[in-house]
Nanobody, 116 residues
Framework: QVQLVESGGGLVQAGGSLTLSCAAS????????MGWYRQAPGNQRELVAS???????NYVDFVKGRFTISRDNAKNTVYLQMNSLKPEDTAVYYC??????????WGQGTQVTVSS
């Protein structure tokens, strides 16, 4: 099973930026898709963005135009560039990797806190 390690979270003021990284222990090219999810206290985990092995991206409406997901196959790393952050973006952000058999692995999460 792949190991996913997120990094890059922290405390930022509203309007600021952060870049999250997700380093995989195996080649990410073999995965059907990689994604970023988030979970705020009291809420369910929700999809933020995903990217397929072909490089096709998908974003939920509340981050479109602000967040960008990308991947570096050579480094086995997926990124989430987050701009124009809002207090409601505060959550634990999780990286995911989904195989072609639709099995999903998760990282341990990284905390993002946006102050107003």
């Amino acid at each position: 099973q792949v190991q996913l390690v997120e990094s890059g979270g922290g405390l930022v003021q509203a309007g600021g930026s952060l870049t999250l990284s997700c380093a995989a222990s195996t080649s990410i090219f073999s995965f059907n898709a990689m994604g970023w999810y988030r979970q705020a206290p009291g809420n369910q985990r929700e999809l933020v963005a995903s990217i397929t092995s072909a490089g096709n991206t998908n974003y939920v409406d509340f981050v479109k135009g602000r967040f960008t997901i990308s991947r570096d196959n050579a480094k086995n790393t997926v990124y989430l560039q987050m701009n124009s952050l809002k207090p409601e973006d505060t959550a634990v952000y999780y990286c995911s990797a989904t195989t072609r058999a639709f099995f999903t692995s998760w990282g341990q999460g990284t905390q993002v806190t946006v102050s107003s």
